[in-house]
């Protein structure tokens, strides 16, 4: 895309649209009467047998009498209000003689009694009586002859122009163009964390007309919109100003300026038949790029018609273009043999509705209202060149998809608008940059272009510029253990805390402290160049006080220590039969059978559900048999590791030994890791020769303590 450039030192002066200072439309006619849209501003008849209303007297527009049989008719631009009464800012056009079959002299003689007025709002009417062509701006709307010795201006004859040599020139004047004394930029020296505002000095208008003022925005010089259209009017060259630098400016074609109506100042109505044409520069062609589109709309009803297209002209089928589909707003995009659309909600008729259209690497995208409205996955990669001009209003080849509606505020961007940034665009019209939008070492500007209620816009003023300074990242918030926690109960604690607020898309590294109290445990102290927001250290001590911090750093610096945050791993006891039923099934006098063997019942499964290594005991209810007592080889017991290092097995009961009937040492530091925390306690019976038949049973209790 053509770049445009801005140099600036301390303010930039570069790039300044002229201000619109021109004379507007106005002319006259002879009818033989008036249409709707013209006013009257006197009649004549004629002395000229056969001929158009020359050699003519002239009669006042409130005679009574008979009409004479010629008007003429005067008429402006549809905006303005013309009328032929003499008060208020009116002018005196011609002087009469008399109401009826009256001579006339040059508005600027005082010596008729009566007068024949135009008024004009907004704006003036200024008149001259030349002996020649009318000054530039004025149009020739009657001649006047008169006999009077070296006088011509009065007792005079009226004709058409410009058929006697005194011509009446007539214009409207007095359009003074707005004016803003500066556009000011804050903050001045920024970071990504805060959004730009564009700032205005005072905003006049010598002629009382209401201002609005219109922004655009410049990084390192180059505009972001490749097109803005605040919808002022220049009547002069029928074209409504781009603000973005590119000179897109569009030509009108039928539609109507409105300088009260639209959402900001003044806006175009379409009536199903006019248009609004922007050409076919360089930077509305896209290609793949991607782009967004912004604009105000309101319709009265439910339609199928074109905001801006760049799509449709003869025998195109490639480019892109902002619809409404039966009142719902639709981004299409083509290129060549594929077409993508997303569709949004449908516009609440004869309101105004924000609308932004984007194409990203992810598809097709629209917003209304600042919110997300509808999506497509696919024409996130079509090339979209063409070369046929945009349009507004219509389709790009204007026998098409007519808006009836208001336009406002139309822009182009070419790149996609995040969410935040379409939000900010939404609320403020473009006042704002939203943070998102900047990058580090960005020098950013604005510019504000005044325009009033007429459509005239006056010079733009460019703003200081903003640069923006690398952010260091802010201090994070810990997340766990909480400050205070005496309740920590794993011991291979996962510190963890929230992602640094670091807005340049850095890297950020993070430094967990750790420090222990009273001393009696290790820990290392600092584990630096952490790139995740947690860590899980080695096997921490319990009941011992630890304090623990993070800090945050990027390539630009590093944030504050967080706050300290302290817990204590408090040691808790506890054991579970995770099995804790073992069936040995029926079995015959002086039969064997074990929880050790293939195809025997499962042994009883206990684990450590505490933190700490504990030591373990075990006795019996009762001996299963009553023919023999517990210590009895018929009931018989061993423990093993059910993981690899559950247990101290030189310091445990691993091979088979009698159930005593008193308490006894099973197991060993029988560990708390989750994977080693799980013994085994096998079970090995013999049925006694003199033992009676029946169920057989017995409980067996385990208590856990802390070794020392």
């Known amino acids: 895309m053509r770049a445009v450039v801005l140099l600036w030192c301390l303010a930039l002066a570069v790039l300044v649209l002229v201000p619109d200072a021109r004379a507007a439309t106005f002319a006259c006619e002879v009818r033989a009467s008036c249409l709707s849209n013209q006013t009257l501003l006197i009649r004549l008849n004629s002395s000229e047998t056969g001929q158009t209303p020359n050699n003519s007297h002239a009669q006042l527009v409130n005679y009574t009498g008979t009409a004479y049989p010629y008007s003429v008719c005067c008429w402006t631009d549809a905006y303005r209000a013309l009328n032929n009464t003499c008060t208020g800012n009116s002018l005196r056009v011609l002087g009469l003689e008399s109401t009826n079959n009256s001579h006339v002299q040059a508005g600027t003689n005082a010596t008729y009694a009566w007068s024949a007025c135009l008024n004009v709002t907004p704006a003036d009417l200024t008149c001259e009586y030349q002996n020649s062509a009318c000054s530039a701006g004025y149009t020739g709307i009657l001649s006047i002859a008169s006999s009077e010795p070296g006088d011509n201006t009065t007792n005079a004859h009226v004709a058409e122009f410009p058929y006697y040599t005194r011509r009446v020139c007539c214009a409207i004047t007095g359009l003074t163009p707005p004016a803003v004394a500066f556009a000011n930029l804050t903050p001045i020296n920024t970071t990504k964390r805060q959004d730009l505002l564009c700032g205005n000095g005072t905003v006049s208008d010598a002629d009382g007309d209401t201002v609005t003022l219109h922004y655009n925005w410049y990084r390192n010089g180059t505009s972001v919109t490749v097109l803005g259209l605040p919808m002022d009017y220049d009547d002069v060259s029928g074209v409504t100003h781009d603000i973005s630098g590119y000179a897109n400016h569009g030509a009108v074609n039928g539609s109507l300026f409105l300088p009260v109506g639209g959402q900001v100042g003044g806006a175009f109505s379409f009536d199903g038949g006019g248009s609004i044409s922007v050409g076919n520069d360089t930077e509305l062609a896209i290609g793949t790029d991607a782009f967004s589109i912004a604009a105000w709309v309101l319709i009265g009803f439910p339609q199928s018609a074109a905001v801006i297209d760049k799509k449709n002209g003869t025998g195109v089928t490639r480019g892109y273009g902002l619809f409404l589909t039966a009142g719902s707003p639709r981004l299409t995009v083509a290129d060549g043999s594929s077409s993508s659309s997303a569709t949004g909600s449908a516009l609440v008729n004869d309101e105004w509705t924000h609308i932004v259209a984007l194409r990203n690497a992810s598809g097709l995208f629209l917003y209304q ?17 063409n070369p046929i001009a945009a349009v507004i209003g219509a389709n790009s080849s204007l026998v098409d998809y007519n808006i009836n509606g208001r336009i406002d505020e139309l822009m182009v961007f070419g790149r996609a608008l995040t969410p935040a940034e379409i939000d900010t665009l939404y609320r403020t019209n473009n006042q704002r940059l939203n943070r998102s939008e900047m990058q580090k070492s960005d020098l950013w500007n604005c510019s504000i272009t005044p325009v009033d209620s007429t459509g005239l816009n006056g010079s733009t003023a460019f703003s200081n510029g903003s640069f923006v300074n690398a952010s260091t990242p802010l201090e994070v918030n810990l997340s766990y253990p909480a400050h205070n926690n005496q309740s920590v109960f794993e011991r291979f604690v996962n510190f963890s805390w929230t992602a640094a607020d670091e807005p340049d898309g850095d890297q950020v ?18 584990v630096s160049n952490i790139q995740t927001t947690n860590y899980t250290y080695g096997e921490l001590c319990v009941d011992q006080l630890y304090n623990w911090t993070v800090r945050a750093c990027d390539v630009d610096g590093c944030s504050a220590n967080t706050t300290i945050f302290n817990f204590t791993v408090a040691s808790v006891i506890g054991i579970a039969l995770n099995v804790n039923a073992t069936e040995f099934g029926t079995l015959a006098l002086g039969q064997s059978n074990t929880t050790d063997g293939p195809g025997g019942p499962p042994p009883l499964v206990l684990e450590n559900t505490g933190n700490v290594l504990v030591n373990v005991t075990l006795n019996a209810s009762q001996s299963p048999f009553a023919s023999v007592g517990l210590g009895d080889t018929a009931f018989q017991y061993r423990v093993a590791a059910n993981e690899t290092g559950s247990l101290n097995a030189s310091g445990s009961q691993t091979t088979y030994t009698p159930v005593p009937s008193g308490v006894t040492h099973a197991i060993k530091q029988l560990n708390h890791s989750d994977a080693a925390d799980a013994a085994n306690v096998h079970t090995n019976i013999t049925v006694p020769g003199a033992e009676p038949p029946g169920a057989k049973t017995t409980n067996l209790t385990f208590r856990a303590t802390i070794t020392t």
């Open 369 to 385: 209202q600042g919110s997300l409205a509808g999506s497509s996955a696919s024409g996130g990669d079509y090339d979209l060149r």
């Open 509 to 526: 590294n993070y430094t967990l402290y750790t420090v222990v109290a009273p001393g009696a445990c290790g820990v290392q102290a600092t």
